[in-house]
């Protein structure tokens, strides 16, 4: 009880300090880890198994702290969603402009015109649970929370596709807490605004599968010199694992050829593409 009281008590003292600094709920919980274990003499062991043993108390706890951060926070302006978005665009890691991306603009690839194993890769490995969560997937989120709290980082994201749209047209790249919150309550408002197909849209035409490359078409032709509707299972399967480290993994696709690239992630992936009924037995 003693390391409890003392995490709870450090908690609040530090909480509007971190909060007005924007630092988030990691940072928070950090300063509150590391005072409880030294006030009460317990092992970071210890935290670390009360952090899995209660990962539901510990993500309630913090967005309950940093609720009052978010007060009198701009969110962003939806207005006109519907009609287009604008996303930066990198090159070797800079800024090198932006591209508007609408319906009716070049090369604009709807989800509806894919085969279904294209659009099932990307749901895999982005995001099964897309037609049936709200913006925010909360199970993922709390996985999220539990292991950024071990370890008192902000790496694992827990974004549903919904979020990744907000983030890549609304809002920055830091990785903080307030800005997750907002990026979360955002997810909430885009799907009142625009549709899961929109949303879909939207997503595989601005994601980066690369240096400098952009939605799936791009990304289809610079990598495999074909329309992402003439796409293979497998290669559609190597566009969605490029996804999570985009420039990094796009090198090494280019690099090490087709036949080589992350086999046991590609492997993996068709795997359970083939579990959620996008493939059939054959691979196709």
């Known amino acids: 009880m003693k390391f409890f009281k003392q995490f709870l008590d450090t908690i609040k003292h530090y909480s509007g300090i971190c909060i007005s600094r924007s630092r988030g709920f990691c940072?928070?919980?950090?300063?509150?880890v590391k005072e409880a274990v030294r006030a009460s003499g317990r092992t970071a062991r210890h935290v670390y198994?009360?952090?899995?043993k209660k990962p539901k108390f510990i993500l309630v706890l913090g967005v309950a702290m940093t609720a009052t951060g978010l007060i009198g926070l701009s969110m962003p302006d939806l207005s006109g969603v519907e009609k287009g978005?604008?996303?930066k665009?990198?090159?070797k890691g800079r800024h090198a402009g932006y591209r508007y991306i609408s319906p009716g603009s070049d090369g604009f690839v709807s989800s509806g015109s894919l085969p279904k194993h294209v659009i099932g890769a990307i749901l895999t490995s982005e995001d099964d649970e897309f037609y049936s969560?709200?913006?925010?997937?909360?199970?993922?989120?709390?996985?999220?929370a539990q292991y950024d709290l071990k370890h008192l980082t902000l790496k694992q994201g827990g974004s549903t596709i919904t979020q990744q749209v907000v983030k890549n047209v609304y809002l920055s790249g830091e990785k903080t807490f307030t800005r997750k919150a907002v990026e979360a309550v955002t997810a909430i408002r885009l799907e009142k605004k625009l549709s899961k197909r929109q949303i879909l849209d939207y997503y595989i035409n601005l994601i980066e599968f690369g240096n400098g490359i952009y939605g799936i078409n791009q990304a289809s032709k610079f990598y495999f010199n074909k329309?992402?509707?003439?796409?293979?299972?497998?290669?559609?399967?190597?566009?969605?694992?490029?996804m999570p480290r985009p420039?990094?993994?796009?090198?090494?696709?280019?690099?090490?050829?087709?036949?080589?690239?992350?086999?046991?992630?590609?492997?993996?992936?068709?795997?359970?593409?083939?579990?959620?009924?996008?493939?059939?037995?054959?691979?196709?």
Not at 49 to 52: H, I, K, M, P
Not at 133 to 144: R, S
Not at 227 to 242: D, G
């Open 49 to 52: 198994a009360f952090a899995e």
């Open 85 to 87: 978005v604008k996303i």
């Open 133 to 144: 969560h709200n913006g925010i997937n909360f199970e993922e989120m709390l996985k999220a």
């Open 27 to 32: 940072a928070i919980a950090a300063a509150a």
């Open 89 to 91: 665009v990198k090159v």
């Open 227 to 242: 329309s992402p509707r003439n796409l293979t299972a497998k290669e559609a399967a190597m566009l969605a694992v490029l």
């Open 247 to 284: 420039v990094v993994r796009g090198r090494i696709l280019t690099q090490t050829g087709k036949e080589e690239f992350q086999k046991k992630r590609v492997s993996n992936l068709l795997r359970r593409m083939k579990a959620n009924g996008y493939i059939g037995e054959d691979g196709a």
